[in-house]
């Protein structure tokens, strides 16, 4: 098992990754660090265009809309899911979605010299698209290939290159980099690349093999792509259980979410990912990772420091993602999500007394100070928040 691991699966884990969830996480965290310039884009695209400098409050209209498509996108993409990979399949369609990054990809990159800002806008809501569809291709297709016993292990993977993506984000962003005025357009295209190369790649690799079972019915080439991906062997008890589920499958009808929670056996699993996503929704994560700029300046960091601090958040994430994917086997997912969210909530408490000090004594610089300090270690306390969104990646996930 050790030598498969370390070949074929590993391939077929990295070249999903960075095709995959690391495109979600990229994305999410890139657009902070040229912020102003976008900003400064959409003013001089105005003027250009209509002979007069917009508004304040058109200017940040147009910038949290480049801003939230990509989230809208990412939604209509998680809603295609089930139909894109039924009739395409798990590689055919991740595929699919990564040529249409690599398209979305030119259009970001003349938004500039076009003086387009709609044209950025729906890259943006495009790119959202891929990402929504790509993550969830990534993690069904790691869990429809992968030994049950390493599961879970495999599975958590999808976090630890979402995380790293929201890292390389932030890395790529920095002034030394990409992050300069002329270059913001070319930064927004970066993880594209790993799209291209997964095109190149992924043709070689064999479909999931319980998709090749159970929604094609092809027997042998399920058993020859679980020889690919595990090494030699006849596999008759895997493609025993695949068999058992295809007669389960068969005779059911495919269940809405209403159907679900009418069901007593199922009722309690979907309202556990209901509040485990909704909660970490909520947190604030996406205000931080997306708006990051603007928080820690407003935190009185420096604004040539900012960049560099941020790097904090995204290095926070990886490391917690990758201690969770050595204890969730071990400690359990129970445990780490009251670890994490445990943390999140006295962070978050934390947080609000210091700014209710802030606004009730804000002549009083040490309130300012200690506020001040508290975002420094924003890095350090989201290590929470990562941890549950690590084990949220590592639970089974319904088509419905």
């Known amino acids: 098992m050790t030598r498969v691991l370390w070949n074929i699966p590993l391939v077929l884990i990295v070249v999903l990754g960075f095709a995959g969830s690391y495109q979600t996480g990229f994305h999410l ?14 003013n001089s695209s ?14 940040t209209l147009i910038w949290s809309a480049v801003v939230s498509l990509f989230a809208v996108g990412g939604l209509v993409g998680s809603m295609t899911v089930r139909c894109v990979t ?70 958590l993977t999808t976090a630890t290159f979402l995380f790293f993506g ?6 790529v962003g920095l002034r030394e980099i990409l992050g300069r005025e002329e270059w913001w357009n070319i930064l927004l295209c970066v993880p594209t690349c790993f799209c291209a190369v997964q095109m190149v790649i992924l043709p070689f690799l064999p479909d ?29 008890m895997e493609i025993e259980e695949m068999l058992a589920e295809q007669a389960v499958i068969q005779g059911e009808h495919s ?21 485990i996503c909704g909660c970490i929704q909520f947190s604030g994560i996406t205000a931080i990772t997306s708006f990051s700029f603007n928080i820690f300046l407003e935190a009185g960091i420096p604004v040539d420091k900012i960049r560099h601090v941020t790097l904090g958040v995204g290095t926070s994430e990886v490391i917690t993602s990758i201690i969770c994917s050595f204890l969730i086997e071990s400690v359990g997912r129970r445990v780490l999500l009251w670890i994490g969210f445990g943390g999140m909530s006295v ?3 934390l947080i609000t007394v210091t700014l209710y000090l802030k606004v009730s004594l804000h002549h009083i610089t040490a309130v300012s100070s200690h506020r001040t300090d508290l975002y420094h270690h924003v890095p350090v306390s989201s290590a929470g928040l990562k941890l549950c969104n690590s084990i949220h990646h590592s639970f089974p996930h319904f088509s419905f």
């Open 255 to 275: 269940k809405s979410l209403l159907d679900m929670l009418r069901v007593k056996h199922l009722r309690w699993q979907v309202l556990s990912l209901l509040v």
């Open 208 to 236: 999931a093999p319980r998709y090749i079972l159970i929604e094609k019915g092809n027997k042998e080439e399920c058993r020859k792509a679980l020889q690919f991906l595990w090494g030699p062997g006849e596999y008759k």
């Open 29 to 42: 965290t890139v657009i902070s660090s040229p912020s102003p310039y976008i900003q400064s884009f959409i």
């Open 166 to 171: 929201k890292l390389s984000g932030q890395f």
């Open 46 to 59: 105005w003027t250009y265009r209509y002979g007069e400098y917009p508004g304040e409050k058109t200017v």
């Open 347 to 349: 962070i978050m408490a």
């Open 86 to 155: 039924s009739h395409l399949g798990r590689k055919t369609a991740m595929l699919f979605n990564s040529g249409l990054a690599v398209v979305v990809t030119i259009f970001m990159y003349i938004s500039r010299p076009t003086n387009s800002f709609e044209l950025l806008m729906f890259s943006r809501f495009l790119f959202g698209f891929t990402s929504g569809l790509g993550g969830n291709i990534h993690t069904l297709y790691l869990g429809e290939s992968s030994p049950k016993k390493i599961r879970g292990m495999v599975i």
